[in-house]
């Protein structure tokens, strides 16, 4: 036996090497980064994190790993709104450090933490602005990605933030339609950055496509409808879009509007697929990471998908595979009723509402427990 062979590549490693596909963390707790399992990852092919106000509320309130900071805050006088804040900040800043190192080597690739704006912010882009640009300047580590839901006013927010030099990871992308919009903010950010004399291989961004909550969505809509031509066509809605989105990403970075920025040293805006894990018994515990592997592009795991693609996922380039199958997916979802765009909306809707709902526990909780500590 070759006791000098080297290890055989993880899964996630091999989609990076192999296919182009950069695989981040879809979790950010304080426990990862106290026990050190947080830099095995990254050691195992984890290229990035991304965090929400539901990864954190969770995080949070579900260890007391927080508690000393959190009082230690409170009896120097924050409100509960700016500890939570600070809280979340720490861990931020332990998470680049991790990552940093893979950000150098990579040449500003990867090595990514993402961390999101108030979600009651999503209808204020003057707001989301503001707070992106505080979380910019109080973190003040290059790879940072500060995420903007991709409502109408999160549009307007990430061509400002990117017409500044800001790296955003846009959030809650949910239809073709506003992707688009998406990706022109960022064209015309950067344009607008280069015209005021900056430089925009200094700017990075991602595009968050979220996929099993489309199916979530269609298939309900299509139950409602019973037929068996709409029942057939249940978990075939999210990948397909999702494959057009890719589509989209290539023909619109592919211009000679693009080139132009390209050889300024511009990155493309990578799409993300977020919410990978899958929601439907029906559906395999790995598809949504299997069928939209490409170059590019970026997938996000909680540890669970991470775990499962390990074990049993498979290897193959697919996100732009069967293109005519995909439209043809779309176009009998159409012919049915379903309207990919009001889909979009919903999902908008109840994306912005998860986070609030979140952020309001988060910072319920906290009042509880400094009402407490005041009473010791």
Do not use: C
């Not at 509007?257 to 919410?275: E, F, N």
């Amino acid at each position: 036996m070759d006791r000098t062979a080297v290890a055989r590549a993880t899964k996630l490693q091999s989609l990076y090497a192999d296919y182009g596909q950069s695989p981040w963390l879809d979790n950010l707790t304080r426990a990862q980064l106290h026990d050190g399992s947080l830099a095995r990852m990254v050691g195992n092919g984890i290229r990035g994190v991304t965090a929400n106000p539901t990864i954190f509320a969770r995080s949070i309130t579900g260890s007391s790993e927080y508690d000393e900071q959190f009082a230690e805050l409170i009896a120097a006088g924050s409100s509960v709104a700016e500890a939570y804040w600070e809280l979340v900040v720490e861990d931020v800043r332990q998470a680049l450090a991790v990552l940093r190192p893979l950000f150098d080597a990579s040449n500003s690739a990867d090595g990514f933490v993402s961390v999101e704006v108030s979600p009651e912010l999503a209808h204020d882009a003057p707001a989301t602005v503001a707070a992106a640009r505080w979380l910019s300047r109080r973190i003040n580590q290059p790879n940072l990605l500060v995420k903007i839901p991709a409502t109408s006013a999160g549009v307007a927010a990430v061509e400002t933030l990117t017409a500044e030099g800001s790296s955003i990871n846009v959030t809650l992308l949910f239809s073709l339609s506003r992707y688009a919009q998406i990706i022109e903010a960022y064209q015309s950010g950067l344009e607008r950055f280069v015209l005021n004399g900056g430089d925009p291989s200094t700017v990075n961004s991602v595009a968050s496509f979220f996929v099993s909550r489309v199916d979530t969505e269609v298939d309900r809509r299509l139950e409602a409808i019973g037929t068996d031509e709409a029942l057939a066509l249940r978990g075939e809605a999210a990948v397909a879009q999702a494959k057009l989105a890719y589509k989209l990403f290539t023909d619109r970075f592919s211009t000679d509007r693009w080139q132009r920025l390209g050889r300024l040293g511009a990155d493309v805006q990578r799409p993300l697929w977020a919410s990978t894990s899958s929601k439907s018994p029906r559906t395999r515990d790995t598809r949504y990471v299997e069928e939209l592997i490409g170059a590019d592009s970026v997938t996000t795991l909680p540890e669970a998908t991470v775990a499962a693609f390990e074990d049993h996922g498979v290897l193959a380039r697919t996100v732009d595979t069967e293109l005519p199958r995909a439209s043809e997916v779309m176009s009998r979802l159409v012919a049915l009723g379903i309207d990919l765009d009001d889909v979009g909306r919903a999902l908008e809707v109840n994306g912005i509402a998860a986070f609030d709902a979140a952020y309001d526990d988060v910072l319920t909780d906290l009042s509880g427990a400094a009402r407490q500590a005041s009473r010791h």
